[in-house]
């Protein structure tokens, strides 16, 4: 059998001939034919009985353009999908990003992930998604490119990490579950993104990276092995879709050599068979890579359109697919399916055209009228801004109090914080005052100057403000009567230890930022080139401590860095990050400094005392021409490393201090009865029949252009023209379909799957976990109750010492008790097992340990199966 090359690129799809050569590590095996949707019971059953009905009723050129973007510019989105005039349905709009409606103005930016995911607040994870729901519906949007939830962080350089929920594998998939119900109360379409392993920007594209890099050939392949693949990087996504995510986007990178949005082992295989997933894969913006290995291996929709190159309006799907389906290279039932799965998703949030708002902005300009096609100068012109504010009474209370609540404390010796009646007050540092250009003055955020509030690229907004920490000071100076002296230049070093032997109190400011690696910032493209402080930070702080015996420094940055230079200085008394904390991030950083509330953000990510403690690193050079990065640390990222190798880091996962104290008491652990607890878990149920839409291939004649609706140039279109659909034969027989490929769908899932996020039986409760906290301070507050497990031997299998398995945030004020209840599933009390494929329960002693950070572990009791 030979092997189908895709319609442009000549790409051979590697799926199969690689699952030849070796089915072992860093390759990827063949999985034929793509799950239809539709086929379990459940949630998503009306969905797929309107989209059925809907897709029906079109013609191949009508379902190709619900596939297939317009082209980069060509709608007001930054993704717009071809529109059905015929029965009036619009185009969709897809738009970043994952903390607030980018590209336009009277929107919020919300704290980014990282930030969300340091709070550990279940309830704000999810209010906050509600929120952003509530402002991207607003604008018109149907489905918002977020979640994120890859990356996890395995590289703590990785740039994109503060988009996503820290480096944990369940806090992640908490925050998803929790961020996608949110989203999609209000209606919109969530995104779980990037699925999978783009756990770096070096190299993560070919075009953006071999002008650097000419030796450069194809993105950077994650190799990586089963059980991670599932335990770590899979595992929110499988929350996400549990909560009903009804979008994923595949990523840039390729993962186990084959293309991510080519990948049938991660798209047909995991995600729509094992993890269930009814909804549409669309692509990361020109993440697809090839058109007919693409389609066959599951994803569904290319974004943003154009294929190999930005805005030059040829498609891999588009006529391509058109061509595709008349000649037989991709059957009909799989376009079929592609259609009939975006539109289950867009029925699936009840999104209706009828009632449905159409984008009132455009992402490409903020002038009220322009080109209402930007890429196009042939198009019409119009109203294309209305600047509709968005915003809510539920916005400002996110942004504020997820603001608070992130802010993660570390430091805080001879109770330096809260100030106290502070008479002379100095302020050092760029960060602590406003950005030279204005809070947007660098497009999508490309600089590190003054207040840190998010990091750059797609992930971004423009703020409608940004608080900076020095005016909150100043206006609280203004109440309390302080002098606030300060100096905000970062390296005039001299001047700066003169002010800070002047004042009774210093706070210095300091950064590290990163982003996506389109942009350059100081050097750091994308990935952070290293983990120290940013603009000299270490020496500042230096600089002040040596004068000042109440140092305090407050951290904005990205994630982890290295505070190994004065962290033990005796006077740098106390240690807060604000971790990429959005627009309030004054007003959350003051509100801790002043005690207004008792810090209770926790670190979502280790701090090493060296970087070479590190489980891994970003990947700087190409010293191949398709750079293979081995994930080689398999489940053991972050604190899962420093715990198997005895590593005492700086500051561990979960850390973080308040202004009261806690005393943890009363844990109960019971084992259910009734519940199924065997080591396999009950099969999943079977698949119900797939259901073929009636139709047939139409002739090649019915797909060339009708010559009467304007064709705009690089505009993407699905028809095709005369001289093509003259020479397309229908042939299928002839198409060299991938090896094992068949057309059958399966009638059963494999023994993980089943249902939205797996196998249901994985989130049966098996185990209930009481514990109490009591407030025996002075002053109210909240904790983070962490529960971690312990698993008992098998042989064979490497487990983490400890897995972070449940957190609950509660309040208390002194003297008050207040208790958490956590229920542990079968999921989080299994392992991936490779040679079953499926999750199997281990036999003998778990011990359940219940604490304040990963390390700091107050109390400890066992079950057993
Ligand atoms: C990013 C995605 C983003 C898309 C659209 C890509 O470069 O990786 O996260 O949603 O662009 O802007």
Redesign the pocket.
Known sequence: MKIPTSLLTGIVLVNAVLAAADENYGYSLPVYPSPMGGRISGDWSDAYTKARAFVSQLTLLEKVNLTTGTGWEMGRC??NTGEIPRIGFPSLC?Q???LGV?YTDLNSVFPAGLATAATFNKNLMYLRGKAMGMEFRGKGINAI??P?MGPIGRAPEGG?NW?AFGADPYLQGVASYESVLGIQEEGVIA?A??YLL?EQEHF?QYAEWVGLYTNLSAPYSANVDERALREIYAWPFADAIRAGAAAI?C??NQANNSQACQNSYLLNGILKDELGFQGFVMS????QRSGVASVLAGMDMT??GDGLVWADGISLLGSNLTTAVLNGSVPLWRLDDMATRIMAAYYKVGQDPSTYPEPNFSSWTLSDYGLEIAGSSEGPTGLINKHVDVRTALSRQMTRQIAQESMVLVKNTNNALPLNNVRRLGLFGSAAGPPLLGPNGCSDRGCDNGTLGIGW???TANYPYLVTPLEVINAMAIVQGTSVQYNLDDYDLDNVATLAGAVDTAVVFITADSG?G?LEVEGNIGDRNNLSAWHGGDNLVTAVASENSNTIVVVESVGGIDLEAWIEHVNVTAVLFSLVAGQDLGIGIADILYGTVSPSGKLPFTIAKKTSDYPATVIYDVIEPVPQINFSESIFVDYRHFDKYHIEPRYEFGFGLSYTTFHISGLSVTRLNGIVDSEVPPEPPSYNPPLYLNGSVPSPSSAIYPGNIPRYSHYIYPYIEKDIAESITYHPDDYPYPEGYSDIQPSKPSPAGGASGGNPALWDVLVQVHASITNNGTTGGSEVLQLYVSYPAVDGVDFPVRALRGFEKLSASPGETSTANFDLMRRDLSYYDVASRNWLLPRGTYTVYIGTSSRNLAEAGTFSF
Do not use: A, I
């Open positions: 930054v993704g897809l970043d990003s994952p980018r490119l977020g994120c994109r988009e995104t993104k990037h783009n993560r986007m990523s840039y990361d913006w020109l993440g974004m943003p690229g797609s992930g996506e389109y």
